[in-house]
């Protein structure tokens, strides 16, 4: 439920429009591409980005057969004038909903929005919704801004009525240029902002004032799980800075809301079960980057967990994080 796809070919936007560092693709001979962010190289990445057929068979290898596809963070564009935004938005989405609809037993769309807009994201989740969306991916920040941010509540609002799923991933991570060295804003800095998505939407009330809104955390929620006991203990000894917009106990909100399964560590998976219960644990794997669980839950299947638990992970979290039978793959 937490894999990255790419358009083969994307529009030129930073010329289209005449400012930014959109992303587009620049295809070498040997089949990989070279993403360029404006007019700098940003990343070498291989035709299973893009190729549809290619993602099918490498996920045949480790006996899945559905996979839950999102654009690539970098693509979010929130920083763009939100008329642009909302244009790179529509083209991703429409990749994916017509991928969705010609492999309806294979891919399962989430749309990204242009959040720096309220009124357009609405606008366009609408309308995901209606191209066959179940849900949408978004940052762990909006430019810089928390989640709780009054302004972002609508689109939240909208999601819980419209039945629209939503997985939070780490971007534009806090520190980043402090810390260039040794990969340390992939190692250290995404745990840490999804940790800090999840305290602002409990602590900022999002998740109460929204019980029905189905929110995944990736990366098995970043380090928002293993370091509960400080934050709770925060909660507690400094209720005048932590406790202002909502009064319950972070500790509350375990197992209302999902997390991905991509640890790297049965040890790790193991807590994170006993916090979440195996019904709020997702099988994520962040393909087709290196960082992600390329091997798609063989450490799970090799482990020790019931075959209970592995069925809740393997499926049935994910079915009900995306309210969708498993009927529909048959």
Known sequence: MHTHIIPKNLPKWATEFGYGNFIHLEHNDNGTADMMQGGQFFRRIEENCWGEEMRIKEYEQFYTQVQVVCTIPVLFAYWAKPDHGLKVSQ??????????ARY?????GLATLPMQDTKLAIQELERAKNSGHLGIQIGSNINGKNLNEEELFPIFEACADLGM???VHPWEMMGENDMKKYW???????????????CSMIFGGILERLPNLRVCFSHAGGSFLPTLGRIEHGFNC???LVAIDNKRNPREYLGKFWID??????????????MQGSKRVCLGSDYPFPLGDLEIGKFIEDSDLSQSVKEDIFANATLEWLEIEAGRFT
């Open 91 to 100: 083209f991703l989405n429409d990749h994916i909903a017509e991928l969705s």
């Open 104 to 108: 309806p037993k294979n891919y399962l």
């Open 165 to 167: 799923a939503v997985m």
């Open 184 to 198: 340390l804003p992939w190692l250290v800095g995404m745990p840490a902002e999804t940790s800090r998505a999840a």
């Open 238 to 240: 400094r209720p005048d």
């Open 261 to 274: 399964s991509i640890t790297h560590d049965i040890d790790m998976l193991e807590y994170v079960l006993k």
